[in-house]
């Protein structure tokens, strides 16, 4: 059995996924899975997104399903609940982490300073979200604030797409990355679910490529 870690560095793309209709929750797992990345951070924004993770889960067990943008302890619960594998916050919230902790939870807290790294570390965790990440400096400041955190990876996500992935990828402390553009509101939306499996074989490719270079 491969460890989270393990699982996310093979994918390398985590697909960041806004649900409005829980609905559209199967048919946008299949289009991934069918592109590659039988994996999805599924944002807590909506109404829609506990239902959406539950769907996922039980429709496609063996995918990697877990919930971003969760806010509170009681969303853990309700994402856990639900069938996610783990939790990621925007930023570092000691409450969020320490709980998630105690009850061995997966957690990638958002880090975009050395002080927020540094309470990751001291807490043991070992993989780290670095967000919004183009926002905050893209890779030139992932790498300065890295570099002294030699233990630690990181999951940068925001702002990321098929043209800076390669090079986000060519960081050896960056686990995976995560992304939008294959999964956008609009094309749910419109049930583009055959653009969204060629879009995310794309990624996949474009991923595969950057680790073997």
């Not at 061995?104 to 790294?117: D, L, R, T």
């Not at 002294?148 to 996500?157: A, C, E, I, R, V």
């Not at 702002?159 to 060519?170: R, V």
């Amino acid at each position: 059995m491969k460890t989270l870690e393990e699982q996310f560095y093979e994918y390398a793309v985590v697909p960041v996924v806004v649900l409005d209709d829980a609905d559209d929750a199967a048919p946008l797992a299949e289009a991934l899975i069918k592109g590659g990345l039988p994996c999805a951070e599924v944002t807590f924004r909506t109404e829609a997104a506990e239902e959406s993770i539950r769907i996922m889960s039980e429709k496609y067990p063996d995918m990697l399903v877990g919930a971003g943008t969760v806010l509170t302890t009681e969303q853990v619960d309700r994402a856990v609940a639900a069938g996610a594998k783990f939790i990621v916050s925007p930023g570092f919230d000691p409450e969020i982490v320490d709980y998630c902790m105690e009850k061995n939870i997966p957690v990638f807290p958002g880090c975009v300073s050395p002080s927020e790294v540094a309470q990751a570390v001291k807490r043991g965790l070992k993989v780290v979200k670095f967000f919004p990440a183009e926002q905050a400096g893209g890779l030139a400041m992932l790498k300065a604030m890295a570099a002294p955190y030699t233990m630690l990876k990181f999951m940068p996500t925001g702002g990321i797409n098929a043209k800076n992935l390669t090079d986000y990828l060519g960081f050896s402390k960056i686990l995976c990355c995560g992304g939008s553009w294959m999964v956008k509101g609009d094309m749910i939306k419109n049930k583009e679910f055959d653009k969204i499996t060629e879009m995310t074989r794309e990624a996949t490719e474009l991923a595969a490529a950057a680790r073997r270079s």
